[in-house]
Each structure stands twice: as C-alpha cells, then as structure tokens.
C-alpha cells in the first residue's frame, strides 16, 4: 500500500481512480448503496455509513486515521463537504474548516456573513419564517425577489415572486415542500427557506482552485436556463466582454477570501447585474453538471484530479490561469411529461464530429416528469468546438437529432 493516503468522502469512481492514478493510497468514506466491486479492487479501506451522521462518522474516521494514516480529506460532492471539513477540524488535517463549508452550504448564513464582512458582493436576504415575512421583505426590498431553500441543490423549490399578488401562492408552495419526500431529502431537506433580492443579467459560474490561501480562477462558465432557473445547459469560456470577466474574477475572489476559502475546488455562481458582478451561492467543490469535464476540454486542467491529489504533494500548484485550447459546452435533454414510448438518434448524435457524450437516462418505459429541478433532466450530451458558439451550436445539433416520444400519464406531482 501506498504510505501517502487520502481519505475521499462520496462522490464518483473517477475520484478513487485518480487518487490512485496518482500514487496515492485511498481510505473510502461512502454510503453503503454506492459501493461497487470496482471500488473494492482499488481502495485500502472503505467504511460503509451514512457520512452524513456524525456520530457514526467520528469513531470511524478516528480509528481509521489510526490505522491507515491519511493525511488529507477531500470531496467532490455537496453531501460530503460539511462531513469533510468535520474531519479535516478533527484531525488537524489543513482543509477547509467545517465552520467554512456550512457558511457555503447554509444560504442563509451565507448572506448574513456577507452582508459584515463583503456586501459589495452580496444582496439583501432575510428567512421566509411565515406568509407576512414575504410582504414584508417585497415592501422593503421591492419586487420581484427571490424565495429558495436555504440548503437546496438543483434549483429545487425555487421560485420568483413578481408582485406581491402571488405572497398567497408561493407561501402554499414553501408550505408543500417543507418536509417533501423528493429523492435527496435525507441529505438536503427543505424545511427553511429564505428571500434574497432579485439579481438580472448574465448568470455565470467561477471554477476556480485555492492553493495555500491563493486564488487562481481556472474558467469562467457561461449558464443557459429555462423560465424557473433550472439550468439547461454551459459553455467554457463565457461569452462575455474582457471587461465583465475581470469583474466577476475579482468579485469571486473577494468573496472567497471572506468566507474563509483556503484550499481546494470552489464553484461560485454568479450575476452579472447593471451595479456589477453579485454572489448568487457557492460550494467549495468542483462544479456539477459535469462543468468540471468542460473545464478539462476547454482548459486542459483537470480541476477533480487536483481536488483528491494535490494536498497530497503529488501535483504542482498553478502559477496562474491556464490558457483556453478551445470552447466546450454541454446541453441538457428534456421531453414533455408522461412515460417514455421511444428513444431515437442517439447514435446519430454521437456520430458528429466534436460530440464528446451523449448521457441519455430514459428507455422505454421510463417516466419523464415536469422540469422542476435539475434531477427531471434526462441526460445531457457535450461538445467540443474552436470557440463557444460553435460548441453551443454542435450540442444543440445533437440534442436536435435525439427524439425521446412520450405519453402522457401520470407524473410526480410534487412541486
């Protein structure tokens, strides 16, 4: 066994695989569903828990430090970086510190941080506690605003409260999903929620990755949703002026030095508004949607392989932001609701020239719901091109050559 070791919180195959591509030994904290015969051949030792329970956690992870010695915690998941950075508080082990990972993970401490040490980045944001909480925050921030769970992932609950004729309707809304079954409930509940001002313009996210304290942004993405904010689709780099992208840099980075970011991956979304670049959330780990395989296409920086291996000392820090070797982008596939009758094209569309994958989930059969999150996208293809409207233009070929046929019937109804 490797005498240089990790321990990797959740996350996918490609984590330990690269751990171990790079020399390092792997200790394995994962939930006991996603362990899989691949994960048995390449790990030293996997505990198999609910990592999201710390009382399960800690004696498990203090004798496993005992026994194998990892010298890092790393994770490529939101589920795991609040556990992580109990570990890395635990065992003194240098990563970004619990109290830093729940300040991104929790909205809503977030802005109340914010709002003390950098508003310049920020915007107005109170807890939804009741109904009267809404008019009152439309009254005094004006509308339309902002209404989302506080520690929500996917764009799920989300909604946009234009007048204050809707308080009634989005007020029933937060008080059916508190407390919803959806399928990531056991790790991010809905039960609060809260407001936040309404940010327009441009909406983009930072991939960047601190080494020791130093902030070095690796790529600007460039988001394309649908009506309700659920994202549908990205593009390395952004298609945006010179001028706006310093911007948005030194806003990323104004905020990630005050909240406390002192090492790893950080995914920080971002508005680029009339009164300049505002935070909209942030994680400190690589972004999903599978932005962090863009990032590699386009920059050739492999933002998941320095997450697991650079604390090890096996990879060198970058000295500044690596230069683009072409544009990469990704679209996300959809179909109207109701069950799946015939999937077509998608050999077609991996056959054109700079279509990386084509991830489709669907087969007949299958039930397709309303898009209310991004768990109700049925897969997404990525493209590869010399510049970003080329490589949008390829995906949406593709996803134009991919036919999924439904019927309608019954759908989830929940919101």
């Not at 490797?2 to 996350?11: A, F, P, T």
């Not at 802005?111 to 107005?124: E, G, K, M, Q, Y």
């Not at 902030?215 to 390395?236: I, P, Q, R, S, W």
Request: aromatic share 6%; charged share 25%.
């Amino acid at each position: 066994m490797s005498e240089q070791r990790v321990l990797v919180v959740g996350g996918r195959i490609e984590n330990v695989r690269k751990a171990k591509e790079q020399g390092l030994g792997v200790v394995y904290l994962q939930q006991p569903g996603q362990f899989t015969p691949e994960h048995a051949s390449l790990v030293d030792a996997a505990l198999l828990v609910d990592y999201t329970d710390w009382s399960v956690t800690e004696p498990l992870v203090v004798a496993a430090h005992r026994a194998y010695g990892f010298t890092s915690v790393v994770t490529t998941t939101e589920a795991g970086v609040e556990p992580a950075g109990r570990i890395s508080d635990l065992l003194g082990l240098g990563g970004v510190s619990y109290e830093v990972a729940h300040l991104l993970r929790d909205k809503l401490s977030m802005r109340r941080h914010l709002a003390a040490t950098a508003p310049s980045v920020s915007v107005a944001a109170e807890e939804a506690g009741d109904r009267e909480s809404l008019t009152a925050f439309g009254a005094r921030h004006g509308y339309p605003f902002i209404v989302k769970p506080v520690d929500g992932i996917g764009s799920l609950g989300l909604r946009l409260v234009e007048s204050a004729d809707q308080v009634d309707e989005v007020w029933e809304a937060i008080t059916r999903l508190r407390h919803s079954d959806h399928q990531f409930a056991r790790f991010f509940p809905l039960d609060r929620f809260l407001m936040e001002e309404y940010i327009s313009g441009p909406e983009l996210s930072v991939e960047a990755f601190t080494f020791e304290g130093r902030h070095v942004v690796v790529a600007v993405t460039e988001k394309l949703t649908y009506d309700n904010f659920v994202e549908l689709g990205h593009v390395v780099p952004a298609r945006i002026a010179a001028a706006d992208e310093a911007a948005v840099v030194a806003c990323v980075t104004t905020f990630l030095d005050a909240i406390g970011v002192v090492s790893g991956p950080s995914h920080t979304e971002v508005r680029l508004s009339e009164r300049g670049p505002r935070v909209i959330e942030s994680h400190n780990r690589p972004g999903g949607d599978r932005i962090r395989d863009l990032v590699e296409e386009a920059y050739g920086f492999d933002i998941e392989r320095y997450t697991v291996a650079w604390p090890g000392g096996g990879l060198p820090a970058l000295d500044e932001r690596p230069a683009p070797l072409r544009a990469a982008a990704t679209r996300f596939l959809g179909a109207e609701p109701g069950t799946v009758t015939a999937v077509e094209g998608v050999a077609a569309a991996r056959g054109l020239d700079g279509v990386v994958e084509v991830d489709l989930s669907v087969e007949p059969g299958s039930v397709v719901r309303p898009m209310r999150s991004s768990w109700d996208r049925l897969g997404q293809v990525i493209a590869v091109a010399q510049d970003a409207d080329a490589a949008v233009a390829l995906c949406e070929k593709a996803c134009a050559a991919i036919r999924v046929t439904t019927e309608p019937g019954a759908t989830d109804p929940a919101e």
